[in-house]
């Protein structure tokens, strides 16, 4: 393998192995510990990372062989590492909770081992009861997603404020337009297994008119916040992140370029959070 094609790979294991949807979940640990005034380690982004890594790349591998007809670029690329995977989530959970014994989290230690057990139950159990329940698994992912705020709290032994309930709403409407949107593509395979997704429900396009709603839907939250002074002015930037999601809405549908949409564009959103947040901090310390 010459370097141009180690560079590929390396670009393909980012996008296509999770790590970029992983450090979706780093930024919103970021942006949540930047409001609340916590002061943050590497060690606990570490932890966030490698947990939600766990937790999709093990999702991967088991949806891996249905995955070739909705999403055949990443499922050929975790096609090449399918054996390693098994070994790779476990030294993942390993590290994970090896660290939160090490430091004597007691609180995070047992959040996650309820979280972290769920999400990958999801895979196996979980999903089979989502033809039964409307759109259970927008709602399942979305609120898994906002844990990622209250183990922050719990892991540094802060209460759980007003404004931790304020972002822990904001990330759970985000994440439910942001899973719901990958529902989109898998519509014809999921209405094959009788999945009860929005799209299978009600069609898509009357659903990107209803996830435009809930994105500006999830703004409020923010503006009571910063309005009542239990976040900082600062926040307010993060609804500059609706945009970038009306953006991504109206590429739903389009052929062209499906896969980078998906797996770059939507997957990527969290991450710019973290640089909204920090922008925002810098204009308002500038003022």
Known sequence: MNTKEGLIYLGKELIYGGHWLSLGGVSIAWVAALFLGIKTSPGFFLIVYLGLQAIYLFNRYRELPGDFLTNPDRSRHLQTIYRRIPWLVFLWLFIFFAVLISFQKTS????GLVTIPLGLLYSVFLKKFSGRIPGMKGLFVAACWSTVVVFLVLYYDRPLSEAVILL????????LVNTTVFDVKDIKDDSRKKIATWPVLI???RLIFWLKLIT??????ILIGVY????PPPAIWLI??????????????QKKNESFTYNVIIDGEFVLWAVFANVGYYFYGNT
């Open 108 to 111: 995070a230690f047992l959040f």
């Open 168 to 175: 822990v709403l904001f990330v759970f409407l985000r994440w």
């Open 203 to 205: 069609g898509p396009g």
């Open 216 to 221: 500006l839907a999830s703004v409020i939250p």
């Open 228 to 231: 009542y002074e239990v976040l």
């Open 240 to 253: 500059g992140t609706v945009p970038y999601t009306f953006y991504y809405l109206d590429r739903i549908g």
